[in-house]
């Protein structure tokens, strides 16, 4: 399995530096972006909690004025996230000025469907891919995902991305939901002879809206008892060496229950839909501000803005790896570099 490159080994100690110095300071200025460029998707996955084909996206130059913001603001990455990111034309543009100009190494989410054909816009401008994986098997990986010929596309796509891009870091991310105890083993055994790191995140059943109801939700989630053996075991498998990314703290979390955790999520990365709303992730219904309608300095200093990054300490609703891990960092940032700890090879 391939080390971590030095660029990724800089950005990764960059963010660990201003993690420490947020907690230090506990002035509750985010320093990462978690941006759906687009709800466009040609997916149906039951489990998806983010498509909406017909929200309108946020026009590219309007981006890059917010981009120059969020520089400006001290921001010092971004993962561009959808629906389906390649769905977006100016994707290879977007990517270049965020680089360029704003100087943010980039992660970006993909279904891997139009690799083979705009690779070369994007890639050079990223600094890691990860990739969409629910089975090893074509068959039910395209049925989980609703589109037809996606397995062999996505795993065409990773085997030309290896090749051209070698020091790109190339990950695959996989759902925890219904069905995937017989997966484990065979998805864990494609990363390992496709050389990349694979991911598993257990799903969010839902996102919060107005008063406690639900602003959208899934059941695909697993029964309690079965998600802990399914995390016992691929906590195992990580402590036998294979290529997971998560921490072995994310795992043992569900295998002991759910205890609950303390969310330090947006102390340290603020959400922004596809529309330009910057979230409130426990009441998705009244959003904080747009950034089409208002400079993202004024909005880092609107008071709900500040609200969020207390409230959600009383929070632990999420079962994403990227709230979780990205919690436990904060409490401890030297999980980024300690065994047992999150890779980001």
């Not at 960059?14 to 506990?26: G, P, T, V």
């Not at 795993?155 to 991305?161: C, D």
């Not at 004024?298 to 409230?311: A, C, T, V």
């Amino acid at each position: 399995m391939r080390k971590i490159s030095p660029a990724m080994a800089q950005h990764t100690g960059k963010l660990a530096k201003r993690a420490l110095e947020a907690k230090l300071k506990n002035d509750g200025r985010p320093f990462v972006l978690a941006h759906f460029i687009t709800a466009h998707c040609m997916c149906k996955c039951a489990s998806c909690l983010w498509k909406h084909n017909d929200w309108e996206d946020v026009p590219t130059e309007e981006l890059k004025r917010f981009y120059r913001e969020a520089k400006q603001e001290g921001f010092l990455a971004t993962a561009f996230s959808g629906g389906e990111t390649f769905l977006r034309q100016d994707l290879g543009e977007l990517v270049k000025f965020v680089k360029e100009e704003a100087e943010m190494p980039i992660l970006l989410f993909t279904t891997g469907w139009f690799l083979e054909e705009r690779m070369d816009e994007v890639l050079p401008h990223i600094a890691m891919l990860m990739l969409s994986l629910d089975s090893a098997k074509a068959e039910r990986h395209d049925k989980i995902r609703g589109l037809p010929g996606l397995f062999d596309r996505l795993i065409k796509g990773v085997q030309l991305v290896k090749r051209k891009y070698p020091d790109l870091s190339v990950q695959f991310n996989s759902c925890v939901q219904k069905g995937i105890a017989e997966e484990i083993d065979d998805m864990v055994k494609l990363a390992q002879d496709l050389d990349v790191h694979i991911s598993f995140d257990v799903i969010t059943d839902f996102r919060h809206g107005a008063d406690g109801s639900h602003f959208t939700e899934t059941n695909m989630g697993l029964p309690l008892q079965e998600l802990r053996g399914i995390c016992e075991y691929l906590l195992e498998k990580k402590r036998e060496g294979a290529p997971i990314l998560n921490s072995e703290m994310y795992f043992k979390y569900f295998a002991d229950g759910k205890p609950g955790y303390k969310c330090h999520f947006p102390k340290m990365c603020m959400g922004l839909d596809p529309r330009g709303n910057i979230e409130y992730c426990l009441d998705l219904d009244h959003n904080i501000a747009n950034i089409r309608e208002m400079p993202l300095k004024e909005i880092m200093e609107l008071p709900r803005f500040k609200q969020l990054r207390r409230d959600a300490e009383l929070c632990y609703s999420c079962s994403s790896p990227t709230m979780i891990d990205g919690s436990l960092v904060w409490e401890n940032p030297k999980l980024l570099f300690e065994p047992g700890g999150i890779a980001v090879g």
